[in-house]
C-alpha cells in the first residue's frame, strides 16, 4: 500500500519490539478515552473584551453562529431569515452564561490572558432554530480523533515538538470551537522510538491503527518549512473512510487552522443527517443476549442515550431476548450506522432470532 508520498508499508516487524508495542497499544486508547468527548455542542465560547452587558450583548449572537455550527458541522451558515429572527432574539435563548479567563502563548512564547464569555443556550429553542433554517444535523456521538502532527526542520523529525505548543493549542481549540473532540498520543521518550516516524511523517495512518490508534478516528499532520512557506499535509482515516490534502501558509498557524477547519468539514458530512432525512420514525428492534439485569440496564441506557432515539418503549420479552419499539428523529438507516460504530450491539448472525446482540 502507498500513502501520500508513495512510501511503501512493510509487512512485518521484529518479534523482540512486540511487547513494547503492546504498551504503546494501551497508552494509546488510554490518551483517546481521555480526551474531551463531552464537547458541550450547545454551548459558545467567544472573547470580550470586559464584563459590560453591552460587551456580553455584542457576544451573544456570535456564540450563538458557534453553536449552529457545532450542531451541523456547517462552517458557514445559509442567509436565512429565520437565522437573522433567531440572531437578533439571541440573548433571549439564553440558559446561562459566565466568564473565564484562558492563558494563550504567543509564537515568541510570550503569554497572554484571554477573557471568553460561554454561553449555554436552550437546547429546545435551538433544535427548532436548525429545523427552521434547514440544516443537516451533525450526529452528536463523536469520537476523538487522535492527532499525530510531527514537524521537519530540516534536521530532524519531531513528534508534536514543545516549541510549537501554540500551534497545538489553536488546533484543540479550533476543534472545540466546531464541536470536534481530539487527543494527543501520550509516549515517553523510549517508547516514541518505537515509532517508525518515516512512516508517520509518509501519512500511514493504517500503521498507527495497528499499534492501537482509534480506528474510528485518526489523523496525521505533517509540517515543514520550506523557504519562508509551511507546507502541511494531512491524512485523515474515520472508520473505511480516508481523506489526504496538503495546504500551506507563511504562518504555520494560519495553516493549522485552515486543515483543522477542513478537517472538521470531512468528518462531520460523512456523520450529517440531512435536513429531508430529519422527522419522526419508528421502529421495532430486538436484542439478545440480555442475560443479566445489568445487560438489560445497560443496552436500555445505551439505546436512551442515543442522540437520534427519542423515546424507548418495552413490547414483550423472552428469555435473553427483549422486543423494542424506538421513536427516532431521523430516518432509520441512521439507526443501523450508530449501532454499527458503537461497541455495544452486534448485528445478529443469520437465522437468529433477534436483530442485534448486545455485547456486555
Given amino acids: 500500500m502507498l500513502s501520500y508520498w508513495g512510501l511503501k508499508k512493510p509487512k512485518f516487524y521484529p518479534v523482540v519490539q512486540m511487547r513494547k508495542l503492546l504498551i504503546i497499544m494501551v497508552i494509546l486508547h488510554l490518551s483517546v478515552a481521555q480526551a474531551l468527548a463531552d464537547t458541550s455542542l450547545y454551548s459558545g465560547e467567544v472573547m470580550v473584551q470586559g464584563q459590560t452587558e453591552a460587551d ?29 429572527q433567531a440572531l437578533n432574539n439571541a440573548a433571549g435563548l439564553l440558559r446561562s452564561y459566565r466568564y473565564k479567563k ?24 435551538v433544535d427548532r432554530i436548525v429545523q427552521q433554517i434547514g440544516l443537516p444535523r451533525w450526529r452528536q456521538e463523536r469520537p476523538p480523533v487522535q492527532i499525530w502532527a510531527v514537524v521537519d526542520d530540516g534536521l530532524n523529525r519531531q513528534l508534536k515538538p514543545l516549541v510549537f505548543g501554540y500551534a497545538w493549542e489553536s488546533i484543540e481549540d479550533i476543534a472545540a470551537m ?23 511523517w509518509g501519512g500511514f495512518t493504517d500503521y498507527l491503527v495497528e499499534r492501537g490508534a482509534p480506528g474510528d478516528g485518526v489523523a496525521i499532520i505533517a509540517a515543514r518549512r520550506e523557504g519562508p512557506q509551511w507546507t502541511v499535509r494531512w491524512n485523515l482515516a474515520s472508520g473505511n473512510q480516508h481523506w489526504s490534502w496538503q495546504n500551506s501558509d507563511f504562518e504555520l498557524l494560519f495553516a493549522l ?78 439507526l443501523a450506522e450508530a449501532f454499527r460504530q458503537g461497541t455495544v450491539l452486534l448485528t445478529a448472525r443469520a437465522g437468529s432470532e433477534y436483530d442485534y446482540e448486545f455485547l456486555p
Fill in 257 to 334: 487552522a485552515e486543515g483543522v477547519h477542513r478537517m472538521v468539514d470531512e468528518i462531520s458530512a460523512s456523520n450529517a443527517i440531512a435536513a429531508s432525512e430529519q422527522g419522526v420514525w419508528t421502529i421495532d428492534v430486538s436484542i439478545g443476549e440480555l442475560n443479566s439485569a445489568e445487560d438489560y440496564v445497560g443496552c436500555l441506557e445505551y439505546l436512551q442515550n442515543l442522540s437520534l432515539v427519542n423515546a424507548v418503549e418495552i413490547l414483550g420479552a423472552d428469555p435473553g431476548l427483549v422486543h423494542f419499539r424506538l421513536q427516532l428523529n431521523a430516518s432509520t438507516e441512521h
Fill in 102 to 125: 484562558v492563558q494563550r502563548s504567543a509564537s515568541d512564547g510570550e503569554v497572554t490572558e484571554e477573557l471568553r464569555l460561554v454561553v449555554q443556550f436552550m437546547q429546545p429553542e
Fill in 56 to 84: 456580553r450583548n455584542a457576544a451573544i449572537p456570535e456564540a450563538l453562529i458557534q453553536v449552529l455550527q457545532k450542531l451541523s458541522g456547517q462552517r458557514e451558515m445559509p442567509v436565512s431569515p429565520a437565522l437573522d
Fill in 178 to 200: 466546531r464541536g470536534l473532540p481530539v487527543s494527543w498520543p501520550e509516549l515517553d521518550e523510549e517508547e516514541v522510538q518505537l515509532i517508525d516516524m518515516s512512516l508517520v
